[in-house]
């Protein structure tokens, strides 16, 4: 007897629990749809809008503490077109980011148990950050559409899709024209997705611009080029990874462009002048640079091996890896590397 009942025990639980899940759904339906009668329009009666987005909101709130995400996105879409009604736009964009956040958790709750799927949460969630956008920027409000285009191009990068990232980093940046540090910081997260992807063409066009546009609109000491504080910081950084991935593509002369010719040229032996180098390197960061562009030049594998450990404290995780696919183009050459 005791046997018989501890093999139908699990299955019985697993029956109350998806009874308890059936109830839940038929409750929320229930009150979803006794809220939106509210909203038909009846002869002599104006439909309270404003009653049933607060409803949809209280819904929303529910079923969200009772981790039913997606529902509560659900209640939160409705809300949103409630507040459209009302013209409410700060209203309808907190609605639809409300809304975006539960479908992308329902979507990675769903990847975390491995559970089969066609990728529908997430593409609501697309959506609603989509629209939200578009909302805060009819009410000229870019720095709230640039936050919430980086709030997506992170949690895709995060859930292994660079390549999808890239396009909403890119669509900050370009929000982010009145903050120079922050269209920059962006910018960078693009580079970096497209080194993950194996744009390494588009990677070395990303960090080019970077460094035009500290150069330009940087702040600078007073009679120099020189930039200053995170600027500086940001050209160093720009200059380690375009010198890397110039060595990594190996551009022939003829298609080499004038503004990547004349990084080279700062790093060739025959136009070494202590007095006219990089500035914004420490030195013993820029004579190991140039040291690399000697030994891939000379094809020397050996002292490249030498020169990566050397390097390898002065660099960030992501130049490291630029180095180390650097060295195996060097061992396995024809692309292999790459």
């Known amino acids: 007897m005791l046997t018989l009942l501890s093999v139908a025990l699990p299955g019985l639980i697993c029956c109350v629990i998806f009874a308890s899940t059936m109830a839940a759904e038929g409750d929320f339906l229930a009150r979803y749809r006794a809220v939106s009668n509210k909203l038909k329009k009846r002869f002599l009666r104006k439909p309270n809008v404003a009653e049933a987005s607060e409803q949809f909101g209280q819904l929303a709130k529910e079923l969200k503490q009772q981790d039913c995400l997606q529902y509560a996105a659900f209640c939160n879409l409705a809300m949103a077109r409630c507040e459209q009604t009302l013209f409410n736009a700060p209203g309808e964009a907190l609605a639809l980011t409300d809304a975006a956040r539960l479908f992308l958790s329902s979507e990675k709750e769903n990847r975390a148990l491995q559970a089969p799927g066609f990728d529908e949460h997430l593409q609501a969630a697309l959506n609603c950050y989509s629209f939200a956008i578009k909302v805060y920027i009819e009410m000229n409000q870019p720095v709230m559409a640039a936050s919430l285009c980086l709030e997506l191009g992170n ?184």
């Open 155 to 338: 949690a895709l990068k995060e859930m292994n899709r660079p390549g999808e990232a890239i396009v909403h980093y890119q669509r900050a940046a370009e929000l982010q024209t009145q903050t120079p540090i922050e269209a920059l910081l962006s910018m960078g997260e693009m580079a970096t997705c497209k080194i993950l992807t194996r744009d390494y063409d588009g990677a070395l066009s990303v960090f080019t611009e970077m460094q035009l546009m500290c150069q330009e609109r940087g702040l600078q000491l007073p009679g120099t080029s020189t930039p200053v504080g995170a600027f500086l910081d940001i050209v160093a950084k720009c200059e380690i990874s375009r010198v890397l991935l110039l060595m990594l593509l190996e551009p022939p002369p003829q298609k080499l462009l004038p503004e990547h010719a004349q990084t080279l040229e700062r790093y060739a032996w025959e136009s070494f002048d202590p007095h006219s180098q990089v500035t914004f390197l420490p030195e013993n960061v820029f004579l190991l640079l140039q040291s690399v562009v000697m030994a891939c030049q000379e094809k020397d594998t050996e002292s490249l091996k030498s020169l990566q450990t050397e390097l390898w404290p002065f660099l960030t995780a992501e130049q490291n890896h630029l180095l180390h696919l650097v060295v195996q183009e060097r061992i396995t050459p024809s692309g292999q590397g790459i």
